[in-house]
């Protein structure tokens, strides 16, 4: 702090070009916060016909969708989307056990070698359309979400669309370290998905398995 | 095995590596006979693509024999084939529409990612060329493991020796679409910056598909003679002034189609690229279009523009405002090879195209290095190298001395 007052005394330029940095680096943060309340005013006045999962709401729970288009007719995607197809394209998902009524037990990998354990109540089904699931109490994370298959333009297949909020555990920066893991439930969720539109269309999953002069990597195991 | 890799920018080392594997049902494994260096190759090796990683094994224009097959597959052992550069599943809605270079399978979910922020969309899929095209393996190699083998490779018949065919896989197709992509009409006035390997097989094409004149724009004496002898007029643009060549050739309206058959590196000693060398020495950028420049203020108003030149992301100077005055169609992507492999054959047994003469020189695998730095350093003399797995390491056959123009 000495240090800090003794240059800026000398140096008078020094205190100035502070003040105005902080000051532009205020001002930044003041327009950030007004953009993000002025986009929340407008979607609740506006009532766009964007997807509700893509507009700039605040919200506790980090909610996100993705939406894909798959090459295969709706009622096959819808009938394929079982748990016990679940991990042929879900590579986190180590296992799903029912427990009950609509309720499964989820086992998945976390951040740094851990694992996750879910407990989710399927509470909707709408044949051939969508399925919507909400967690119980004992699950460790509170999330919910929906598959949703819709009929694409004619001959482009089925748009299929997975939405899920979840409370991230160690709220907004956990989000962030999770996904510089690549263990973030958005990163595996959107993997995953892509994983399923290639067994659908394709018959396999993708993987790009081959040498390479690497010496930790085989020529039977993915990289990236 | 032993494989050619990308080791950093201007590092090429061949090295052992393990075989590859059948690793999906619909796969095959490929015993490479010949595989060529391409220009795009020159990218990776100037280091500027990004998402290479040291150890890549790189390559993608190869052909040879099927020597392992997966369930799925409906390839046979022993059967001779060239396989497309793109990775294309067949089945997705692009490769459905035979936009084969935009297939949405072939990126794996884990490299995909990264492609998706770079370009809005992810890539599509390429052997040996950098993980945002999947990171896959190359064909520069002994082996080469082929996804999708039920829908890329081309078999080949016996009597077909491999340089009249090895180009299906890339240069041929790239040549071939680029002239598509210039929607020629009948008399047409056609010009195409660059007469390396795509720019000799554009300016073919071009005359195929019905132009009436065909100006070719390089430097290279060698590369000049070529494009002359493949029946275009030639500019040395070191020489004259190529858009006052252009206009005066064409009563002062300009070609009606111009085709970038160059890409990220222009040459030339011109102020815009001068300005691009100094940026992308110090990554700081990666294009330097130069050529693309000349071409959308060479083209005639209301012309078409064709771009199979390599780009890699964002470009600055772009003359943006002389592009839409002008009224000019643009036409550009990676190869939908798949989808010109079959006329494409045909042709070749027709003899409608010259696919040696470009041909300068065989080497072994063994010998990649020096090649890779032939290949950039001596582009008169080398303007197009087949590298031959198995060959004893020096065992280079030049083809005969080349003529210049």
Redesign the interface.
């Given at each position: 702090m000495s240090y800090f007052s003794r240059t800026a005394l000398e140096k008078p330029e020094y205190l100035i070009g502070s003040v105005a940095g902080l000051a532009a680096i205020g001002a930044g943060l003041l327009f950030w916060r007004r953009q993000r309340r002025v986009a929340g005013e407008r979607a609740a006045t506006i009532n766009g016909d964007a997807p509700h999962w893509t507009l700039k709401r605040k919200s506790d729970r980090a909610l996100f969708g993705k939406s894909l288009l798959i090459n295969r007719p709706r009622e096959e995607l819808f009938e394929a989307w079982q748990v016990e197809r679940f991990p042929d394209f879900m590579e986190n998902v180590v296992a799903v056990e029912p427990v009950g009524d609509d309720v499964s037990r989820w086992t998945v990998k976390g951040p740094a070698g851990r694992e996750v354990h879910l407990v989710n109540r399927v509470t909707k089904i709408v044949p051939g359309e969508s399925i919507y699931w909400q967690s119980e109490e004992e699950s460790e994370i509170a999330n919910s979400g929906e598959v949703r298959f819709t009929d694409a333009p004619a001959g482009r297949g089925t748009y299929v669309s997975l939405i899920l909020a979840y409370a991230p555990p160690a709220g907004a920066l956990g989000r962030l370290g999770a996904k510089l893991l690549q263990r973030e439930p958005e990163v595996q969720a959107r993997r995953d998905l892509h994983r399923f539109k290639q067994l659908m269309e394709t018959g396999e999953v993708t993987s790009n398995a081959s040498p390479s002069a690497r010496p930790s990597e085989t020529a039977t195991q993915p990289h990236i | 095995?032993r494989?050619v890799?990308w080791?950093g920018r201007h590092k090429i080392?061949v090295?052992t590596?393990?075989?590859?594997?059948i690793?999906?049902?619909?796969d095959a494994i490929l015993k490479v006979s010949s595989t060529a260096i391409c220009g795009s190759d020159l990218h990776l090796y100037d280091g500027y693509i990004p998402g290479m990683?040291?150890?890549?094994?790189v390559g993608h224009e190869f052909m040879g024999e099927i020597v392992e097959v997966g369930p799925?597959s409906t390839l046979k052992k022993g059967q001779r084939v060239v396989v497309p550069f793109t990775i294309s599943?067949?089945?997705?809605?692009f490769c459905?529409k035979q936009q084969y270079s935009a297939c949405?399978?072939?990126?794996?979910?884990?490299?995909?990612?990264a492609s998706e922020v770079l370009m809005g969309h992810a890539m599509g899929?390429a052997f040996g060329y950098a993980?945002l095209t999947?990171?896959?393996?190359g064909g520069q190699?002994d082996y080469?493991?082929i996804?999708?083998s039920d829908v890329g490779p081309v078999v080949i018949p016996d009597d077909l020796a491999d340089e009249d065919v090895l180009f299906l896989s890339d240069i041929l197709p790239t040549g071939w679409q680029a002239a598509i992509n210039a929607d020629i009409e009948p008399g047409d006035t056609v010009a195409v910056w660059g007469c390396g390997p795509v720019g000799l097989f554009t300016i073919q094409s071009a005359l195929l598909l019905g132009a009436g004149r065909v100006v070719a724009i390089d430097h290279f004496p060698a590369r000049l003679a070529l494009a002359r002898q493949l029946g275009a007029e030639i500019l040395d643009y070191r020489e004259v002034n190529v858009r006052e060549a252009l206009d005066e050739m064409t009563g002062g309206i300009g070609p009606d189609a111009c085709i970038d058959c160059v890409g990220m590196e222009s040459h030339g000693f011109t102020p815009d690229n001068i300005l691009d060398q100094v940026k992308a020495q110090f990554y700081a950028a990666t294009e330097r279009p130069h050529a693309l420049r000349q071409a959308i203020l060479a083209c005639r108003k209301g012309g078409r523009l064709s771009i199979p030149g390599v780009y890699g992301g964002f470009a600055d100077k772009f003359p943006l405002g002389q592009l839409m005055e002008k009224g000019l169609t643009v036409k550009s992507g990676q190869t939908h090879v798949q989808r010109y492999t079959g006329e494409l054959l045909e042709m070749i047994r027709e003899g409608k195209f010259d696919t040696t003469s470009l041909i300068s020189h065989y080497a072994p695998l063994e010998d990649a290095a020096e090649m890779y730095r032939h290949w950039h350093g001596d582009q008169d003399s080398y303007t197009k190298i087949i590298l031959k797995p198995g060959l004893e390491k020096g065992a280079v056959k030049t083809m005969k001395e080349m003529e210049h123009a």
């Amino acid at each position: 702090m000495s240090y800090f007052s003794r240059t800026a005394l000398e140096k008078p330029e020094y205190l100035i070009g502070s003040v105005a940095g902080l000051a532009a680096i205020g001002a930044g943060l003041l327009f950030w916060r007004r953009q993000r309340r002025v986009a929340g005013e407008r979607a609740a006045t506006i009532n766009g016909d964007a997807p509700h999962w893509t507009l700039k709401r605040k919200s506790d729970r980090a909610l996100f969708g993705k939406s894909l288009l798959i090459n295969r007719p709706r009622e096959e995607l819808f009938e394929a989307w079982q748990v016990e197809r679940f991990p042929d394209f879900m590579e986190n998902v180590v296992a799903v056990e029912p427990v009950g009524d609509d309720v499964s037990r989820w086992t998945v990998k976390g951040p740094a070698g851990r694992e996750v354990h879910l407990v989710n109540r399927v509470t909707k089904i709408v044949p051939g359309e969508s399925i919507y699931w909400q967690s119980e109490e004992e699950s460790e994370i509170a999330n919910s979400g929906e598959v949703r298959f819709t009929d694409a333009p004619a001959g482009r297949g089925t748009y299929v669309s997975l939405i899920l909020a979840y409370a991230p555990p160690a709220g907004a920066l956990g989000r962030l370290g999770a996904k510089l893991l690549q263990r973030e439930p958005e990163v595996q969720a959107r993997r995953d998905l892509h994983r399923f539109k290639q067994l659908m269309e394709t018959g396999e999953v993708t993987s790009n398995a081959s040498p390479s002069a690497r010496p930790s990597e085989t020529a039977t195991q993915p990289h990236i | 095995m032993r494989a050619v890799t990308w080791q950093g920018r201007h590092k090429i080392s061949v090295e052992t590596v393990p075989d590859p594997e059948i690793v999906n049902p619909r796969d095959a494994i490929l015993k490479v006979s010949s595989t060529a260096i391409c220009g795009s190759d020159l990218h990776l090796y100037d280091g500027y693509i990004p998402g290479m990683r040291a150890g890549d094994v790189v390559g993608h224009e190869f052909m040879g024999e099927i020597v392992e097959v997966g369930p799925s597959s409906t390839l046979k052992k022993g059967q001779r084939v060239v396989v497309p550069f793109t990775i294309s599943c067949g089945q997705c809605f692009f490769c459905e529409k035979q936009q084969y270079s935009a297939c949405d399978n072939g990126n794996p979910s884990e490299t995909r990612d990264a492609s998706e922020v770079l370009m809005g969309h992810a890539m599509g899929a390429a052997f040996g060329y950098a993980h945002l095209t999947g990171g896959y393996a190359g064909g520069q190699a002994d082996y080469v493991r082929i996804p999708y083998s039920d829908v890329g490779p081309v078999v080949i018949p016996d009597d077909l020796a491999d340089e009249d065919v090895l180009f299906l896989s890339d240069i041929l197709p790239t040549g071939w679409q680029a002239a598509i992509n210039a929607d020629i009409e009948p008399g047409d006035t056609v010009a195409v910056w660059g007469c390396g390997p795509v720019g000799l097989f554009t300016i073919q094409s071009a005359l195929l598909l019905g132009a009436g004149r065909v100006v070719a724009i390089d430097h290279f004496p060698a590369r000049l003679a070529l494009a002359r002898q493949l029946g275009a007029e030639i500019l040395d643009y070191r020489e004259v002034n190529v858009r006052e060549a252009l206009d005066e050739m064409t009563g002062g309206i300009g070609p009606d189609a111009c085709i970038d058959c160059v890409g990220m590196e222009s040459h030339g000693f011109t102020p815009d690229n001068i300005l691009d060398q100094v940026k992308a020495q110090f990554y700081a950028a990666t294009e330097r279009p130069h050529a693309l420049r000349q071409a959308i203020l060479a083209c005639r108003k209301g012309g078409r523009l064709s771009i199979p030149g390599v780009y890699g992301g964002f470009a600055d100077k772009f003359p943006l405002g002389q592009l839409m005055e002008k009224g000019l169609t643009v036409k550009s992507g990676q190869t939908h090879v798949q989808r010109y492999t079959g006329e494409l054959l045909e042709m070749i047994r027709e003899g409608k195209f010259d696919t040696t003469s470009l041909i300068s020189h065989y080497a072994p695998l063994e010998d990649a290095a020096e090649m890779y730095r032939h290949w950039h350093g001596d582009q008169d003399s080398y303007t197009k190298i087949i590298l031959k797995p198995g060959l004893e390491k020096g065992a280079v056959k030049t083809m005969k001395e080349m003529e210049h123009a």
